[in-house]
T-cell receptor, first 110, second 119 residues
Framework: DVKVTQSSRYLVKRTGEKVFLECVQD?????MFWYRQDPGLGLRLIYF???????EKGDIPEGYSVSREKKERFSLILESASTNQTSMYLC?????????FGPGTRLTVL | AQSVTQLDSHVSVSEGTPVLLRCNYS??????LFWYVQHPNKGLQLLLK??????LVKGINGFEAEFKKSETSFHLTKPSAHMSDAAEYFC?????????????????FGAGTQVVVTP
């Protein structure tokens, strides 16, 4: 079974803090993705990566950056957290034609 | 460009009755289509997928979906709802792997349909 894990299930941070969300997959997938999920909006793509050190902006990259130093790990970085970044964050990795999702990190920014 | 519209934000059904979740899509390419389910406080789980093989696709937990190109639809059905089917369901469109574009593998999600099952 494909396994995608995320470092935290719940996270509470303060405005202005730098926040790191980590995602690890164990299937040697090349493509990995970060989404945020908000009620009524479904999932929206923040960034994705198709290889180590390679990244592309998704639909809503503003306020975020990413890091992919190793194939199995894809990190999402909030350089200076703001309250409008309070959300559920989901990581995924791409198999043959299917994305497999982690359990999500619910981030609250106070 | 590709997009997906889930026609109902909430669906309420009685246990043992059929479930129908409606999804329409638009895509510049021959799409791959997926249904994912998300139970409360859980990650997304793949229910089923259509990738240009049979138009009637069977998934897990008794769900199935039919791809209708003429109607640009990919509705999800289940003949008899169970209490454990209460969850949020997402219809998703993707550019398939055979297409050589820089958007390969990207997904477009619908807004979701919340399913409530009453005893």
């Amino acid at each position: 079974d494909v396994k995608v894990t995320q470092s935290s299930r719940y996270l509470v941070k303060r405005t202005g803090e730098k926040v790191f969300l980590e995602c690890v997959q164990d299937m040697d997938h090349e493509n990995m993705f970060w989404y945020r999920q908000d009620p009524g909006l479904g999932l929206r793509l923040i960034y994705f990566s198709y290889d180590v050190k390679m990244k592309e902006k998704g639909d809503i990259p503003e306020g975020y950056s990413v890091s992919r130093e190793k194939k199995e790990r894809f990190s999402l970085i909030l350089e200076s957290a703001s309250t409008n970044q309070t959300s559920m964050y989901l990581c995924a990795s791409l198999g043959a034609d299917t994305q497999y999702f982690g359990p999500g990190t619910r981030l609250t920014v106070l | 460009a590709q997009s997906v519209t889930q026609l109902d934000s909430h669906v309420s059904v009685s246990e043992g009755t059929p479930v129908l979740l409606r999804c329409n899509y638009s895509s510049s390419y021959s799409p791959s289509l997926f249904w994912y389910v998300q139970h409360p406080n859980k990650g997304l789980q793949l229910l089923l997928k259509y990738t240009s093989a049979a138009t009637l696709v069977k998934g897990i937990n008794g769900f199935e979906a039919e791809f209708k190109k003429s109607e640009t639809s990919f509705h999800l059905t289940k003949p008899s709802a169970h209490m454990s089917d209460a969850a949020e369901y997402f219809c998703v469109v993707s550019i398939p792997r055979i297409m050589t574009t820089d958007s390969w593998g990207k997904l477009q999600f619908g807004a979701g349909t919340q399913v409530v099952v009453t005893p």
